[in-house]
Each structure stands twice: as C-alpha cells, then as structure tokens.
C-alpha cells in the first residue's frame, strides 16, 4: 500500500518564479492538506483540498494556490516566489473531514529560492 | 487562540527513558499528535489522544494528558539511537470543524550510546 507521495524531491528557483508541487495521496484517502515548515520550525498549515475544491486556509497569501484533480491528487503553486518562501513543503492526506481522521504526510518537498 | 509549545533539546542515553514535553493553549475539544521526523524526512504519526483521555499507550510510547494545565508528554521507554529525530507535538479542534494541524516547533531527541 503506497503512502503519500510528493515530486519533486528538491527544486531550485530564482525570486519572481512560479512553482508548482505534486502530491498524490495514500490510497484510500480523499482529503489533501498542504504544509509548509521552514528550516527549524514546526509545519504551518496552508491549506486543505477536498471534493476538489479548497476547504479551509491558514494565514497565506493569495500568491498560494492549489487544486485538487478527479483522483484526489493535489498541486500546489507558489507565484513571484521570495527568499522566505524557502522551505520544506508536505503535503498530508486524510479520509473524509472529520476531525477524527489523523493526517499522513508525504516525504515533502523542499524548495529552495535563490 | 491556539498555541502549542515545546522545549528545543533533550539528549538521553540509550537505554533510558525519554520524557517530551508539550503545552498547548486551546481549552476546546481537541485531538493531540505526536510525530517523529528524522533529517531530511517527512512526517511520521507516532500516536494521538483525545483530549476526554488521560493516558494511551502503544507499546513502548505513552501519552499523558494533564487537561487542567494543557500539559502532554510523550515518554519512550528504553530509548534507542535509532530514536534520535525530531519530535513534534500538534492539536486539531473538533468543535470548529476545523482539520488544520496545529504544530510546535519540535523537540531535537539526541541519544547517546
């Protein structure tokens, strides 16, 4: 049984890019939520995708996007990236809404921004 | 508001138990996590609580829940190197509705041989 999985494992960008990360789900689960945790401090909650559409947002700029796709699997994007906007991005994946469900995280992302 | 809070640093010898701390502000119904991340690692789930529960535990990790002071540990009985990671708390609230993860900023686990 896959686990949650994320591409790419690394990425390099100059400030003013886009990006756009990947996540695919574990199986079984249809609810995606995205995270970021900068170099030696906790996750922060970006947002949470489900039914393909975006459910609920922590405290991130519009220049974070996403989108959920039929199979439940989810993309982030960053536009104009900054410096600050380098970090480890996982993505976790639940059944349902339900506060109950426990969320598994993939193996992240990690962004770097020159 | 929510806040969840850890201390930086525990080293322990192998062998030992290991004991990490956690505070949180919010007084709602609330489940409480703990995850290990090792370098270069995502996220795993170790165990969670709810919080009507004082205690869980899963084979060599307990929880303890202290609801009058928003206190919950993690302890790892006979800890080993294999152990060393980071760990981190985190809170979601079940009356809001609410599914976002609510994290500290990690406790640095180091075990000594």
């Known amino acids: 049984d896959a686990g949650v999985t994320q591409s790419p494992t690394h990425l390099i960008k100059t400030r003013g890019q886009q990006v756009t990360l990947r996540c695919s789900p574990k199986?079984?689960?249809?609810?995606v939520s995205w995270y970021q945790q900068a170099l030696g401090q906790g996750p922060q909650f970006i947002f949470q995708?489900?039914?393909?559409?975006?459910?609920q947002r922590g405290n991130f700029p519009d220049r974070f996007s996403g989108h959920q796709f039929p199979n439940y699997s989810s993309e982030l994007n960053v536009n104009a990236l900054l410096l600050g906007d380098s970090a480890l991005y996982l993505c976790?994946?639940?059944?349902?809404?339900?506060?109950?469900?426990?969320?598994?995280f993939g193996p992240g992302t990690r962004l770097t921004v020159l | 508001g929510e806040d969840v809070e850890q201390s930086l640093f525990l080293s322990v010898r192998e062998g030992d138990s290991s004991v990490i701390n956690c505070t949180y502000t919010d007084s709602s119904s609330t489940y409480l996590y703990w995850y290990k991340q090792e370098p270069g690692a995502g996220l795993q789930l170790l165990t969670y609580i709810f919080s009507n529960m004082d205690m869980k535990q899963d084979q060599r990790l307990t929880v303890l829940l202290n609801k009058k002071d928003k206190h919950l540990s993690l302890r790892i009985a006979d800890t080993q190197t294999g152990d060393s990671a980071i760990y981190f708390c985190a809170e979601t609230l079940l009356d809001t509705g609410r599914r976002a993860l609510t994290f500290g900023s990690g406790t640095r686990l180091q075990v000594q041989p």
């Open positions: 199986s079984g689960h249809d609810t």
């Open positions: 995708y489900y039914e393909e559409e975006e459910r």
């Open positions: 976790a994946s639940s059944v349902g809404r339900s506060v109950r469900d426990t969320q598994y």
